[in-house]
Structure formats: C-alpha cells, structure tokens
C-alpha cells in the first residue's frame, strides 16, 4: 500500500493530479538525462557521423580513435587538467566553507558592530553575477604577482556570499545557545566550542556548501581564462576550449573529453548526497 492510499479518501490526490505529476516527472527526467544520454552517444561518433547519423542512435563506435584524439591534441595534458581542476576545486571548497560557516557562526551567535550592514553586503554578493569582478580580479592579482599560479584560481573561488547565507541560517536552527553557553560554562574557549561542538553540528551544511563551492569552482571558465596562460596549470574547462577553437576540431574527442570530465562531479554529488540534501533541507527554513 503507497503513502498515498494510506491517507483517508477525502485528503487523497485526485487521479488527474496524479497523471499530471507524473507527466511532469517524466518530462523533467527527459529534459535533464536527454543531454546527458546525447553527450554518451556523440562521444562515440566522427565528425561525420555527427552530422549523417541519427543523433540519438549510436553509429560506428569510434570511442578509442576520440580518446587517443584526445589525448593527442591535448600533448597528454587532458588528464593532468582534469587533475588541476580537482586541485583547484577542492582547494576552494575545503577553504571556502571553513570561511563559510566560521562567517555565518560569527554573525549569528555574536553581537558585532555593522552587523546589519555586512548582512546586506552579503544578499548584495548573492545578486552579484561573478564574472563582473573577473577583470578587477586580475588587475589586483596582477599587481601583487599572483597571475599564472594556482592562488589566481584558488583564492577567488574560496569567496562564497552564499556559503556564508547558508552558514548563518543553518547556525541559527542547528546550534542551540543553551549549548553553547553549558560549554562556556565548563571553561572551553571560543575556538574549541567551534572546532568540537559547532563544525559537528553544521556538518550537513558544510557538505552543502563545499559542493556548491567545488561545482562553481569546476564549471568557472572566465577567470581561469583571465588568470592561467600556461599550459600545464590549465583547468579542464580552459583546456577543452582551446580544442574547440582550434581549426577543424574534432568534435568527437573534445565530447569525449567533456564527459569524462563530468565523472568526478558525478561521483561526488552521489557520495555526498545524503548530507547534502539534508543540508538544503535545514537552509530552506528559517524560524
């Protein structure tokens, strides 16, 4: 027996309500697995099966001639970029959410002066698209010499107005105050209250937060596209451009390139999921 027959017959859907759910489950599903299903199947093809063959049917499979395409035109570098873009991701996620939830914790649970105001700051950031602040962004990093490095990509990343939003609804709902102060009361200091009691309780939020961190860090195209020039420091993205703006690029392998590239997004969403979703969940509400 569904959750739905359970219910008495006066709070149950009506069939139509059910059909039209269902119908826009489906369509939803198409919308958001068709590309993905379309990118599986042109990764396999030559450039002339792109354009001749039926695009939602594979043709001959030329899958080992695109990835040693690939890895030819990228000089062996694909995997490495792929590497930097775990680097760089990662980096900015780890970093980023510590600030996140340290600024988030901070604003709640403390009194500061111009705390109104940072607050708006912050819902400011939220409206702000990023690619605004690219080329101040490098005119500072170029200044102080930090272009062409990791830090170009790195630190930028770590800034999340969003991650810090999150951070203080979360704090708010997940972190009691009579806790906190039973542990002031045992003589534990700020810094330990936060690192033994506050980090474990704002998990579900600090997987959030990395995630949305780690996605935005991977999918930025702009600012490494300002920042990196050498080859070898390349994020995957930047990389996978280049291929497409070199004469008669071969559309197979550059496909190829991008689905493998999407593997370790994947594998993190679905290992992360559970605290990730539980951690929207408590961000959603504020009481």
Known sequence: MTTADALPRSLRPARSTKVLTWTVLLLALVLFLGPVYWLVVSSTKSNADLISSNPLLTADNNLATNYAGLLSWTQGHFWRWVGNSVVY???????????????GYALEKFRIPGKNAVQGIILVGLLMPISL?????????????????????????CVSPFGVFL?????????????????????????????????????????????????????????????????????????????????????????????????????????????????????????
Do not use: C
């Not at 990662?90 to 340290?102: D, E, F, P, R």
């Not at 990791?150 to 990343?157: K, R, T």
């Not at 280049?242 to 290992?271: D, E, H, K």
């Open 167 to 287: 951070g203080q609804i979360y704090a708010q709902s997940a972190v009691p105050d009579e806790l906190l102060e039973a542990a002031r009361l045992d003589g534990a200091g700020e810094l330990r209250i936060f690192a033994s009691i506050v980090l474990r309780l704002l998990g579900p939020a600090m997987v959030t937060i990395f995630l949305f961190i780690f996605v935005a860090t991977w999918n930025n195209f702009l600012l490494p596209l300002m920042m990196i020039s050498s080859p070898e420091l390349k994020p995957v993205t930047l990389g996978l451009y280049g291929m497409m703006s070199y004469f008669n690029p071969q559309y197979g392998s550059i496909l190829l390139g991008a689905l493998l590239s999407v593997i370790p997004l994947i594998v993190l969403f679905f290992t992360l999921q559970r605290y990730w979703r539980s951690g929207l969940s408590a961000g959603a509400v504020k009481s």
């Open 89 to 103: 991701s990662t980096a900015a996620g780890v970093v980023g959410t510590l600030a996140s939830v340290s600024a």
């Open 133 to 157: 602040l690219t080329v101040p962004l490098y005119l500072m990093f170029h200044d102080i010499g930090l272009v062409n490095t990791p830090w170009a990509v790195i630190i930028p990343s």
